[in-house]
Every structure is written in structure tokens, then in C-alpha cells.
């Protein structure tokens, strides 16, 4: 019998694929309510892109500007690589965290340009890099625009791994993030703004998903990516089944620092037809999608959203706009999709994730698949797959 010979470089590509394909949620048999779209991403909506700048370096003794490293930035462009703006509402749940840009949306009622995630101590840096990519791609000759400097940019703390204070993050990583944003499928886990944060006592991060959904005959997408951070062990649920309670050990390594109790930032994407004030509805039901992984939300947990449609008005030759919008009485299936997305987007993070350890030997696990679909299978609730 030939052996079969593959040219290393054909191997190697075909190992990173393998890599690549890392288990989603679902994956594991855990049983979620709603239909998906294509890649079960806030990039389903037709014209969303997300990127990422992932930076992880050094190991040992935290030494303030040197490291260790595990931190990163996330955008997400609702338009794509423009300025466009897009109608938009935020909610807060509890505001032990940041979201900047947020009277401009209030006041307008849109929002324009990408959105930022990243670490606490980097909201500055990120919001004025995506002013600065923002002014340079889109503003020709002479032309000045104040509105560059209000970019939305949101924040999660990852002080138990990262070098917080190191204020590692650099307008470069920024702009790689950005130039690099794409559709389609995206990663998850330990990527980005999620880098190095924690969820429910495991390794946290970057997660998201999508539903699609009829109104009358008509077929709309939405699109949840959540940057988690939050939560405590016993508080772990999981399509219903007590999760944390049931794993017990692989509890976190925290040699120095003192754990807050963390934050979330949300971020909803439609193609629905929305007003603002439709939208603001949309962002508080990520509250209920929290809520079924278990939380009730600690006074230290930073928990704002945002929501946006790509749906936008039209601006007409006689200075007025014209909007198309559904009727509220219409919109529970957009509500029930937020809350689905919400969840699972939050249980694709928390699997995704993998082992990291950072300053001083601080360490978060991840979550042990196989006893996660143990547990399931105890509960009557793991799908089995065929």
C-alpha cells in the first residue's frame, strides 16, 4: 500500500485549519432556541465587519510597562470601512464601566464609523486611533470634522493577567485591527479586546452569534458580539443546567491581584428596520440574555450595550429624512432573536476560550469540554450528535 505524501508546507496549512475549527457551543451538543445564520456571527448582517489585534507576550513578575502582555483591541464596522452613520440606542444595566460617544447618540440617534473594544486603561488610545484612521480614509482636502473625535469605544478589565497599566495598546494595533476587519466567520475566545479576560471564574473573552427571524413574510438577521468578563463560579447556567455548580475545581490562580467582579459589553447589529427609541428596546433585552447564563449582575460589573441598525433613513433633496421603521407591536421576534443571540454569544466566548496565565502567575482554565458535556448529559439536556 502507497504512503500517501503531503509537501510540508501543505501540511502545515492544513494543521491550521484544523486549529482553526475550534468547537463552538452548539458543537458540543448544548441545546440553544432559534435559527442561526450562516456563520451563527454579529456578521451575518449583511455589510458588518469585525477585527481584531491580539497581543500576548511575556511571562513571570508583572513589571509596569514591560509586561506581561494579554491584552488587545476589537472593532466592529456596522457599515463596513466607511463613515456612514446608522441608527442607534444604548442601555445601561449597571454602570461600573465605559462606553464613550454616548450623548452624540442620544441627541443624532445614530451612530457613525467602527466601534471599539479593548481593556479599561485603553478606551483613549483606541477612540483617538479610530478618529485619527477615520479622518485619514475619509476626509479630503481641506475638509474638518470634529465628529472624528467621537467614536464609540467600550471596555472590560483584564488587570488579573494584563499588564493594565502598561498602556500597551498602540494606535497601530488599532489600525491593523480595522484594516483587517472582515465578514464572515470570525474567532472567538482569547482574541482581541477578549484577550485576557475571564467569565464565571474560567477564561472569558470575545464570543458571538446570530438569529434570523420573519416579521410578517419578511426575513431579518440579528447579530450579538458580546467582550465578557463577569460572573462567579456558582453562578454558571448553561441552557438551564447549573454548570458552575457542578465544576467545582479549576477555580483561578490569583497570586497578588484582587479580582473585580467584572463587566460585559454588548454590542447588537440588525438589518431590521428600526427607530432609535426601537433600538433602545433592542439593547435592554440583552439583560434577559445575560440573566439566562446565570448573573445578577454585581455592583462592580460594568454591563452597557449598544444596538444599531444597517437599515438606515434616507436623507432627501429638501433637508428631510425619510424613515422606514417596524411598528413596536411587531417586534417580539426581534427581542426573543436579542435574547438567544445574547445567550449563546456569551457560552461561544466561554467555550472558545483556552488556558491563559499572566502577570505573577495568575491563571484562568478553560472549560473542560468533556465534563461540560458530562454535566449536560446528566441534566437530560446535551444534543447528541449525529
Given at each position: ?9 501543505l ?47 511575556g ?16 472593532v466592529i464596522?456596522?457599515?463596513?470601512k466607511?463613515?456612514a452613520?446608522y ?32 481593556n479599561t ?16 480614509k475619509?476626509s ?53 479586546g ?31 458580539f458580546?467582550?465578557?468578563?463577569f ?16 465544576i ?7 497570586n ?39 448573573t ?20 432627501n433633496?429638501?433637508?428631510t ?6 411598528p ?11 435574547v438567544?443571540?445574547t ?6 466566548a466561554?467555550?472558545?476560550a ?19 458535556k458530562?454535566?449536560?448529559k446528566?441534566?437530560?439536556?446535551l444534543?447528541?450528535?449525529?
Amino acid at each position: 500500500m502507497k504512503k500517501l505524501f503531503l509537501p510540508p508546507l501543505l501540511i502545515s496549512i492544513l494543521s491550521l485549519q484544523l486549529l482553526a475549527q475550534k468547537p463552538r457551543a452548539r458543537d458540543l451538543g448544548i441545546p440553544f432556541d432559534g435559527t442561526t445564520g450562516t456563520n451563527n456571527a454579529i456578521t451575518d448582517v449583511s455589510g458588518v465587519e469585525v477585527g481584531y489585534k491580539t497581543l500576548i507576550s511575556g511571562s513571570g513578575e508583572l513589571k509596569v510597562g514591560k509586561g506581561p502582555v494579554r491584552t488587545g483591541v476589537t472593532v466592529i464596522l456596522p457599515k463596513g470601512k466607511t463613515d456612514a452613520s446608522y441608527p442607534a440606542a444604548w442601555f445601561s444595566l449597571n454602570g461600573d464601566g465605559e462606553l464613550t460617544g454616548l450623548p452624540y447618540i442620544d441627541d443624532f440617534g445614530t451612530g457613525y464609523g467602527a466601534i471599539g473594544i479593548t481593556n479599561t486603561n485603553s478606551v483613549g488610545i483606541v477612540k483617538d486611533a479610530i478618529g485619527e484612521w477615520s479622518f485619514k480614509k475619509f476626509s479630503t482636502g481641506d475638509f474638518v470634522d470634529f465628529s472624528f473625535g467621537l467614536p464609540t469605544v467600550g471596555e472590560t478589565w483584564d488587570g488579573v493577567l494584563n499588564d493594565i497599566n502598561g498602556l500597551h495598546i498602540k494606535k497601530e494595533h488599532v489600525f491593523e485591527a480595522l484594516d483587517k476587519a472582515k465578514g464572515g466567520k470570525i474567532d472567538e475566545g482569547n482574541v482581541g479586546g477578549g484577550t485576557g479576560m475571564a467569565l464565571y471564574s474560567f477564561k472569558g473573552g470575545s464570543g458571538t452569534a446570530s438569529r434570523v427571524f420573519k416579521i410578517d413574510s419578511v426575513e431579518y438577521t440579528l447579530g450579538v458580539f458580546v467582550q465578557a468578563n463577569f460572573g462567579r463560579r456558582d453562578e454558571l447556567t448553561i441552557a438551564g443546567v447549573p454548570v458552575g455548580k457542578e465544576i467545582q475545581d479549576l477555580q483561578p490562580i490569583v497570586n497578588r491581584e484582587k479580582r473585580k467582579d467584572g463587566s460585559i459589553i454588548a454590542i447588537v447589529g440588525t438589518d431590521a428596520p428600526l427607530l432609535p427609541n426601537q433600538l433602545k428596546l433592542i439593547a435592554k433585552r440583552v439583560t434577559h440574555g445575560i440573566a439566562r447564563t446565570g448573573t445578577f449582575s454585581h455592583n462592580g460589573s460594568g454591563e452597557i450595550f449598544l444596538a444599531f441598525s444597517t437599515a438606515s433613513p434616507i436623507y432627501n433633496k429638501d433637508k428631510t429624512e425619510t424613515w422606514k421603521a417596524l411598528p413596536k407591536w411587531e417586534l417580539d421576534p426581534a427581542f426573543k432573536a436579542t435574547v438567544e443571540a445574547t445567550e449563546e454569544a456569551i457560552i461561544n466566548a466561554l467555550v472558545a476560550a483556552e488556558d491563559m496565565e499572566g502577570i505573577n502567575g495568575n491563571k484562568y482554565f478553560s472549560i473542560p469540554h468533556d465534563r461540560l458535556k458530562g454535566v449536560m448529559k446528566k441534566y437530560n439536556r446535551l444534543e447528541e450528535k449525529k
